[in-house]
Structure formats: C-alpha cells, structure tokens
C-alpha cells in the first residue's frame, strides 16, 4: 500500500541528528522549561519573523490559550463573537466554545477555501470582536485584506497557522500577519515533533507574558497564581526534536513543491478538480486537495490500487453532534467542499515512482 504519509521515512532524513538531540536531552537531567525549549522559541520566532514565541503542549492549546489570555487582558468578554471558517478543523471551533465566545461560521472563498474578505465583512456585527483565519491546507489566507478590515472595525486576528509553517504572502510568514497565531507540531504536521507539540507566536509583549503565565498553573513567579490557568508546556524533548527539523523546514518545503509540481503538470481527469492557488510561492503544500463529484468512488478506486487517500474533513463543525448550536443551519458551499474533496499522498519523501502511480490511476479513473 503507497501510504498518504510516511512519517517514518520523513524523520529517517534527520535519524542521526534527533538521536544526538534526544541523548543530549536525556544526560541534561532537565526535561522540562529548559534550555532547549528557550532555543526553540527564540529560533521559530526568529523564522516566523516575530519578537515572542511561548511553546504549549499542542496546538489546540496554543489557539484557546491566545483567547483566554485576550479575555484575561480585557479585550475579550464571554459571549463575544469570533468569526471562523466553516470549513475549518474542529480545533479552531474548541478553542472559540472553550473559552465561552460565540464562533460566528463564514463560508470560505469558494475557489482558495480560506476566509473570504467579502464574506467576512459581510458577517460583523457589533459584538464581532475577533477574527481566525486559518491558513488551510498551507496556503495563507489573504492577509492584507484581512487585516485591512480588522483595523477598520478594531477587531483582534488570530492565524491558526497548524497547517501553515513557512507560508507567506510577498515573503512575510504566517505567524507575523495577526495579533497573534497558533502552531501545532502534531507529527503530521509540516513541522512536526516526535509526539505533541505547539506553540504561539506574537509581537505583543503583554499578551506573551499573559500566556506564558496561563499554561504554567496562572503563574508567573513560583507559587504565585494570578489567574486560574492550565498546565501546557511544550517538552525539552519534543523542543529539541523540532529545533533539529527547523533547520530542514525550506528543504521540505521545497521537497513539497516539487511533488505538487508533478501531480500539478501531470494529472489530467476531467472529473478532478485541482487545487487554486492564490500565491502560489507562499503555499506550503501540507495538503494536497482535489476535489471530484463522485469523490468516495476514487478514493476506493485508488484503494483497490493500493494507494491510500484521506479526507479532510469527512463532516464539518457544525455538522458534529459536539454542537447543537448550528441545528437546522446550512452552509451550502461547506458541505459541497466536505463532499467533494480528496487528499492524495504527499510528503517530503515521496518519491516519482509512486507520484508516478498515483497520477496514473488518477488519470484512469
Ligand atoms: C492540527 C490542527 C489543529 C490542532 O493542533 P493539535 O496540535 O492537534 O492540537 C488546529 N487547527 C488546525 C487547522 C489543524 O490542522
């Protein structure tokens, strides 16, 4: 079976060096907020092009902690509205609901599937207090004119960059755009440790701090709680794994684009859709997206010929029985897109013979 990701062969290109940094971990005797963790936050900031990085247990944290910390610091209050893509993962909803504000769904733009300006604008309200855009499949979602619109009615931006490192618009990388954004390192992920993993990324000092305390107990100063927090902290381990494939992200980035290239130049179905690219040399590829009508039979059709495709996602949030919230509502353009779209296998190990078959069945279907 050709799988959709071969997680051991993407970190069997860095073996050497994660066990080097594994030893290195376990002779410190410290495991915990340490130094590696400190490199790591100072090294992806420095790549996002940010001033703070606060490294958490995941992304899903990552995301709730950044609107928690916002209401701590007063620029958030429970029952504010947060206006989210409808065709987002879960996690940015949890993160929303978790904290007790009210995720307002805007369908995506109908090409890209990341946030619509138009769309977005059209969807504030007087209690419209934030923004998540989610960089969806590792293309950004269109910034500048997000940002635009978030100055004009003093809205705060959060990025739910999980599926984003690296990507940028005119050079400048997600994580940089909002007020501040959320990383996941889930193994999958483009980024991704030997286990969980996440972080946030900010300019602003007060909201770092204010997280920073908030995944450590409420405090700031040992022992002393000023608020009612969590415990989510990113692992020296798992830091020092990910500051060993930082060093590699362009390289598997660049990897990723010449696999797209080939299914890009190479697959031809009328039946298939390919994925739009609004800038093309800022999109990351952490997922390759086509769409098809009749999408459930390909995907068997390429089962029986033993390559591996999954969906992303089969059901959309306001589907799941998790939410009653959006009963009886429809968002049209959302389900047509979970209906009709295919991820087929791509990695920064895949190699041309299995592009090869992937795009030959494809191509025969
Ligand atoms: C993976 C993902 C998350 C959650 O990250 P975890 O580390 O798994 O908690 C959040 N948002 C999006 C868009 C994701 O793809």
């Known amino acids: 079976m050709l799988p959709f990701l071969d997680l051991k062969s993407v970190n069997s290109l860095y073996r050497d060096e994660l066990i080097e940094a594994a030893i290195r971990v376990i002779d410190s005797g410290w495991y915990v907020h340490g130094q590696e963790v400190k490199a790591f936050e100072v090294e992806f900031a420095a790549y996002c092009g940010v001033s703070h990085c606060i490294g958490v247990a995941n992304g899903l944290d990552a995301l709730m902690l950044i609107l928690r910390a916002w209401k701590e610091m007063g620029k958030l209050k429970e029952g504010d509205e947060v206006i989210v893509p409808a065709n987002t993962y879960i996690a940015s909803i ?19 599937f990341n946030l619509c300006p138009k769309k977005t604008a059209d969807a504030i309200t007087p209690n419209t207090k934030a923004i998540i855009a989610v960089h969806l499949y590792g293309q950004i979602a269109p910034m500048t004119d997000l940002m635009h619109l978030a100055d004009k009615h003093g809205l705060l931006v959060l990025e739910d960059a999980a599926q984003a490192h690296g990507a940028s618009i005119n050079g400048r990388r997600a994580g940089s755009w909002g007020h501040a954004a959320g990383f996941s390192f889930y193994p999958g992920k483009n980024l991704g440790a030997l286990g969980d993993g996440g972080a946030v990324t900010t300019d602003d000092s007060e909201l770092a701090e204010t997280i920073r305390a908030l995944g450590n107990y409420g405090s700031h100063k040992k022992y002393e709680n000023i608020y009612q ?16 494939k930082l060093r590699y992200i362009e390289e598997d980035i660049k990897l990723r684009r010449r696999a797209v290239d080939y299914y890009l130049n190479y697959l031809d179905n009328h039946a298939i859709q390919l994925p739009v690219l609004d800038k093309k040399e800022g999109h990351v590829w952490h997922l390759f997206v086509i769409r098809a009508s009749n999408r459930n039979d390909l995907q068997d059709y390429l089962r029986e ?11 959309p949030p306001h589907k799941q029985k998790a939410y009653k919230l959006w009963a009886g509502e429809s968002y049209p353009l959302t389900e047509e897109i979970h209906n009709s779209v295919l991820s087929l296998p791509l990695s920064p190990t895949i190699d041309m013979n299995d592009l090869s078959e992937v795009v030959t069945a494809c191509n025969l279907w």
Do not use: C, F, W
């Open 305 to 315: 010929k033993g390559i591996q495709s999954l969906i992303h996602y089969p059901i």
């Open 94 to 112: 949890l993160a929303i609901t978790e904290n007790r504000l009210k995720p307002v769904l805007v369908e995506p733009d109908e090409l890209t």
């Open 229 to 244: 927090g969590v415990n989510s902290r990113l692992d020296e381990i798992q830091a020092a794994m990910l500051r060993v």
